[in-house]
């Protein structure tokens, strides 16, 4: 069974960098589009991020826009998620997904890594 594999969370100070990467284990997610969600302590999980199986398509929440950027390359099969300028409040567990629909909700990706936390201290 295909699972993800995501990875590069840590613990960055606030205006900080990190890159996070998700890879599939065991086959390939060919066409699917990729998001990455998170997940703070006694919150929902809530999107940040997706790109399309080109790469050429990508969509961010508000609360990201403009500091991350996901990207993809498909010789490595393997989605990045660029994080700059990060806030004590981008803090969560970090999950990559897997889906066939262009969208923002998590019950429509039934494919997901692990998690990787991410912790910004101010």
């Known amino acids: 069974q295909v699972q993800l594999v995501d990875s590069g969370g840590g613990l960055v100070q606030a205006g900080g960098s990190l890159r996070l990467s998700c890879a599939p284990s065991?086959?390939?997610?060919?066409?699917?589009?990729m998001g990455w969600f998170r997940q703070a302590p006694g919150e929902e999980r809530e999107f940040v991020a997706r790109?399309?199986?080109?790469?050429?398509?990508?969509a961010y929440s508000d609360s990201v826009k403009g500091r991350f950027t996901i990207s993809k390359d498909n010789s490595k099969n393997t989605v990045y998620l660029q994080m700059d300028s990060l806030k004590p409040e981008d803090t969560a567990v970090y999950y990559c997904?897997?889906?066939?629909?262009?969208?923002?909700?998590?019950?429509?990706?039934?494919?997901w890594g692990q998690g990787t936390q991410v912790t910004v201290s101010s």
């Open positions: 065991g086959g390939t997610f060919s066409g699917a589009i």
């Open positions: 790109i399309g199986w080109t790469g050429t398509t990508t």
């Open positions: 997904a897997a889906t066939t629909s262009a969208t923002t909700n998590p019950r429509m990706y039934p494919f």
